[in-house]
């Protein structure tokens, strides 16, 4: 019990409780597998792999969205964290609304409970921002 808030990878509880559940949702396996795309088509670029990792922090893992107008978790490393839940739905951290620009110039640590989530109004959102994740992507490296 004292190990579930934070394992060592491979961490089951995390992948199953955290991750599992929003693969059946259709909007998000197509932006998962559009950013994995992207990702295969730059992945001899580790500053390239470096900020979409930004966006797959910030979306997947640590992502929050506002449903009915009330802020809920869906990132799987939030989910499978009572104390990062905590931390991500209190006052004391920023809330960004979701913007691809915003987070490929936001770094993160994956040592410490995050300062700053991004907030997406729905699944689609993520889906649909792909085109620009795309472009943003290809103006950042030139
Ligand atoms: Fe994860």
Do not use: C
């Not at 390239?48 to 893992?61: P, S």
Request: net charge negative; glycine share 6%; hydrophobic share 35%.
């Amino acid at each position: 019990m004292e190990e579930l808030d934070y394992l060592e990878e491979p961490d089951m509880f995390h992948d199953v409780f955290g991750h599992v559940p929003l693969l059946s949702n259709k909007h998000y396996t197509d932006f998962f597998e559009g950013i994995s795309h992207i990702a295969l088509d730059y992945i001899d670029n580790p500053r390239a792999i470096e900020l979409l990792g930004r966006i797959y922090w910030f979306t997947i893992e640590f992502g929050l969205i506002r449903e009915s107008g009330e802020l809920k978790v869906y990132g799987a490393g939030i989910m499978s964290s009572y104390g990062e839940t905590k931390n991500s739905l209190s006052d004391n951290t920023e809330k960004f609304l979701f913007d691809v620009e915003h987070v490929f110039n936001s770094d993160f640590r994956t040592d410490i409970l995050q300062e700053r989530y991004f907030v997406i109004d729905s699944y689609e959102q993520l889906y649909t921002s792909i085109p620009e994740i795309k472009s943003k992507l290809k103006e950042l490296l030139s």
